[in-house]
Nanobody
Framework: QVQLVESGGGLVQPGGSLRLSCEVS????????MAWYRQAPGKQRDLVAS???????NYADSVKGRFTISRDNAKNTVYLQMNSLKPEDTAVYYC???????WGQGTQVTVSS
């Protein structure tokens, strides 16, 4: 059974930081292409960042320079470090594993004063 379990979301003030984690089981994590997506209310789910099995990263323009995606193959976990958070970063953040397109349940991130 494949499971992706996100954690680390919460309420943070503008300018603050959060680190999201996604622990994966049931697949060979080390060869998986991992990504973080987010979905704000009334909007589509968009790619935030991705990382290949070789550690090559890609970011949405809106988060470049503020967010960092990383992975720890020994812990079957992918991370999203989010700095300088803005209210427009508020969304449910989802972990995704390719190529079979597995999804986690999502974790809420709210940026508000």
């Amino acid at each position: 059974q494949v499971q992706l379990v996100e954690s680390g979301g919460g309420l943070v003030q503008p300018g603050g930081s959060l680190r999201l984690s996604c622990e994966v089981s049931g697949i060979i994590f080390s060869v998986a292409h991992m990504a973080w997506y987010r979905q704000a209310p009334g909007k589509q789910r968009d790619l935030v960042a991705s990382i290949t099995r070789f550690g090559i990263t890609n970011y949405a323009d809106s988060v470049k320079g503020r967010f960092t995606i990383s992975r720890d193959n020994a812990k079957n976990t992918v991370y999203l470090q989010m700095n300088s958070l803005k209210p427009e970063d508020t969304a449910v953040y989802y972990c995704n594993a390719a190529p079979n397109n597995y999804w986690g349940q999502g974790t809420q991130v709210t940026v508000s004063s």
